[in-house]
């Protein structure tokens, strides 16, 4: 891209997109507008026709993540629905898509359980063996990086100068970092898709998914399968998700900050065997992030150090207000038993230590 905001000037742009337009006594807050029809005496706006077909709060919140991607953006009611509007709107019987062994689990039971019934076939690779993959013949590679849990890193502009030469689409899932740490689109992805449930929203109070894309033609094909499929998110999510989306960066970065905080005590404490995060040398992430992947020496150590750790909460999901952790055994990832995923919050730094030091102290 010739033109690339910097990061920074895209928070600005996004927290201000509605204020620049205001007149003398509107409502600086986005205004929540739940309606499922509209006044049509002449149509001539083809997106304010009916409710499933876009509503003014969706699309303002969709312009505010373009804002933040760079890129024109579509709205879905959960990270799910956008996997599932991506693959209709691209993949036909017969194709091959490539997918990460160690991604998020439910992508990999979706393509399993629903779409091998239509004739698409999948291939899993392991993040860190994806360089060496062979990309023939694969229509789509869906990645994630870090990779989830274990936070192995895949080098997007590599992956996209391949994919460009087998034609490949590349599809990378920025759930975990949000276009404020990484910029998938601008290292040469063709698309991002993202769980909006995580930190994007970050009040644990919402289901949410968005697709980015810079490729019009796939854009349209996107919206035409939200349309009639129906996978439009209500109104109201969708504010709650902008609400969240404004404070994104603040929130990051004491997330970010406390993730730096515990690193030192995790990486020396005798209970922790291995500790999984991402290198902080990465060029393409700002910050390696907010996850921690730690592994104590069984499932019992992993449950003393859960209990200790109160009021950390032992939940599933990360990117959250609170400080988390999650056994992913349980949910059959391929990791040790002991292996907890820490999400780190937006909790006073001395009191998030000391509950981390005694769920470590009681392991
Ligand atoms: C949670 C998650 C999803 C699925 O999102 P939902 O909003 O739960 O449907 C997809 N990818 C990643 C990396 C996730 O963490």
């Given at each position: 891209m010739a033109d690339t905001p910097s990061i920074n000037d895209r928070v600005m742009a996004m927290l201000h997109a509605r204020t620049?337009?205001?007149?003398?006594?509107?409502?600086?807050?986005?205004?929540?507008?739940?309606?499922?029809?509209?006044?049509?005496?002449?149509?001539?706006?083809p997106t304010r026709v009916y409710g499933r077909i876009d509503n003014p709060t969706v699309q303002a919140v969709e312009t505010r993540i373009g804002l933040l991607e760079n890129a024109p953006t579509l709205l879905f009611p959960s990270g799910m629905a956008t996997?599932?509007?991506?693959?209709?709107?691209?993949?036909?019987?017969?194709?091959?898509?490539?997918?990460?062994?160690?991604?998020?689990?439910?992508?990999?039971?979706?393509?399993?359980?629903i779409f091998a019934d239509f004739d698409i076939h999948m291939r899993l690779v392991a993040a860190r063996d994806i360089a060496e993959a062979p990309l023939d013949g694969v229509k789509m590679v869906l990645i994630e990086t870090p990779s989830n849990p274990t936070l192995d890193l895949v080098d997007i502009a590599t992956l996209a100068g391949r994919c460009r030469k087998t034609g490949s689409l590349l599809v990378v899932d920025n759930t975990v970092c949000?276009?404020?740490?990484?910029?998938?689109?601008?290292?040469?992805?063709?698309?991002?898709?993202?769980?909006?449930?995580?930190?994007?929203?970050?009040?644990?109070?919402?289901?949410?998914?968005?697709?980015?894309?810079?490729?019009?033609?796939?854009?349209?094909?996107?919206?035409?399968?939200?349309?009639?499929?129906g996978a439009i998110p209500g109104p109201f999510e969708a504010w709650l998700l902008l609400r969240g989306l404004e404070t994104l960066e603040l929130r990051l970065s004491r997330m970010c900050a406390n993730a730096d905080a515990v690193l030192p005590i995790l990486r020396t404490h005798a209970a922790v065997k291995t500790l999984h995060y991402p290198a902080s040398n990465s060029a393409q992430m700002?910050?390696?992030?907010?996850?921690?992947?730690?592994?104590?020496?069984?499932?019992?150590?992993?449950?003393?150090?859960?209990?200790?750790?109160?009021p950390l909460i032992p939940a599933t999901s990360f990117g959250g207000l609170h400080s988390s952790a999650d056994r992913r055994a349980r949910w059959g990832?391929?990791?040790?038993?002991?292996?907890?995923?820490?999400?780190?919050?937006?909790?006073?730094?001395?009191?998030?230590?000391?509950a981390l030091t005694r769920g470590l102290d009681a392991v």
């Open positions: 620049e337009a205001l007149t003398t006594g509107d409502a600086i807050a986005e205004p929540l507008i739940a309606t499922s029809v509209f006044h049509l005496p002449n149509a001539t706006d996997y599932g509007a991506l693959s209709m709107a691209v993949l036909k019987a017969g194709d091959a898509i490539l997918l990460l062994s160690d991604g998020y689990y439910a992508a990999r039971a979706m393509y399993d359980s949000t276009p404020l740490l990484q910029q998938p689109l601008d290292l040469g992805a063709d698309v991002v898709i993202s769980s909006d449930t995580k930190a994007m929203s970050g009040h644990s109070d919402v289901l949410m998914g968005h697709i980015s894309s810079r490729d019009e033609a796939l854009m349209e094909r996107v919206q035409n399968v939200r349309n009639l499929m700002a910050h390696p992030g907010f996850l921690i992947g730690v592994t104590f020496a069984d499932t019992a150590a992993a449950g003393r150090f859960i209990d200790g750790a109160a990832d391929d990791v040790e038993d002991g292996f907890l995923r820490l999400s780190l919050g937006c909790e006073p730094e001395a009191q998030l230590l000391a």
